[in-house]
């Protein structure tokens, strides 16, 4: 283990070294989950239309080699989600960081065994040519909300970083405790980055198909797509980004945060399970039903699920909780590999053969 403990040190000191010549850039970028952090519009316009910019984000082009960061320093992982936790009192902006994690881990593709081709929790989505993707319209908010964190832990990965907000955004917002770990090794440059597509959509012709297409490929089951399904309670859609919802409701014209869409939930910064009793009643024209919610109470198999979830919210926290680590961790490359978990509540072990493909 001594041994062991020397390479990690070595190999984060090597890191430090060369995570200046890492990238971050901007886009402006949205679809489900949208933030709701209590900045000004002018305030999050795309940083490349900044003056602020180059200060900001490093030029992604002087990044030629790919490097390995080496793992996130426990000590700073446990600082940086104090201080997250503060951000989300001061900004609301629960759902944007809930999002920013399933976007970047999403990507995953449980048919590549190549890392980074594999896609997922790898920090890609730091860079332009990624947040620029329309499923990602919006990110650079959140983004520029975590700016500051990353700047002052610069033993915290991105990949780490981005799954770290995600979880503490669930659980300070009402929701389970999370079992997450820890350790994930950062992509480098831009050219790591995944290809366009590998996200859901909102609105596409079979909405059941398409989430299975999508969450199959992840090596997530129906169970594991319903219950991720639920942290729609937390969020809005703002039209302008997805091309959904309403640009205000009687739940969203005073905020917090920036007023203004359309949210799934009538208390949309509380983690519970109002999302699944709202779709199964269907009682408010201020509340939002993409077609991909209501294909869970239509599809036979997601609707056991759906229906369960409506009625107990315990067993949903149990299932969300599980199904959430599991995606946090997908396709990421661990230093070390069995990560490092905080709080003595420890996920699943990354292995790709591991996942399933289809239904329980």
Known sequence: MASLRGSAATARLIH???RARLSLYSASSSLCLSSSSSY??????????????????????????STVAAASDP???????????????????????????WHDSGTYNKNIEEWPRRGGANGSLRFDIELKHAANAGLVNALNL??????????????????LASATAIEEAGGPKIPMKYGRVDV????????????????????????????????????EIVALSGAHTLGRSRPERSGWGKPETKY?????????????????????????????????????????????????????????????????????AEAHAKLSNLGAKFDPQEGIVLDDVAGEKFTAANYSSGKD
């Open 146 to 163: 975590i700016k500051p964190i990353k700047d002052k832990y610069s033993g915290v990965t991105f990949a780490d970083l981005f799954q």
């Open 75 to 101: 000590a700073q992982l446990k600082s940086a989600r104090e201080d997250i936790k503060e951000l989300l009192k001061s900004k609301s902006c629960h759902p944007i960081l809930v999002r920013l994690g």
């Open 252 to 320: 969203t014209k005073n905020g917090p945060g920036a007023p203004g869409g359309q949210s799934w939930t009538a208390k949309w910064l509380k983690f519970d399970n109002s999302y699944f009793k709202d779709i199964k009643e269907r009682k408010d024209d201020d509340l939002l039903v993409l077609p991909t919610d209501a294909a869970l109470f239509e599809d036979p198999s997601f609707k056991v699920y759906a229906e369960k979830y409506a009625e107990d919210q315990e067993a949903f926290f149990k299932d969300y």
């Open 16 to 18: 430090s070294t060369s």
């Open 40 to 65: 000004s519009p002018s305030s999050l316009k795309c940083l490349q239309f900044s003056p602020l910019a180059p200060l900001i984000f490093k030029d992604q082009r002087r990044s030629s080699v």
């Open 188 to 223: 480098s440059a831009p050219a790591d980055c995944p290809e366009e597509g590998r996200l859901p959509a909102a609105g596409p012709p079979k909405p059941a198909d398409h989430l299975r297409e999508v969450f199959y490929r992840m090596g997530l089951n129906d169970r």
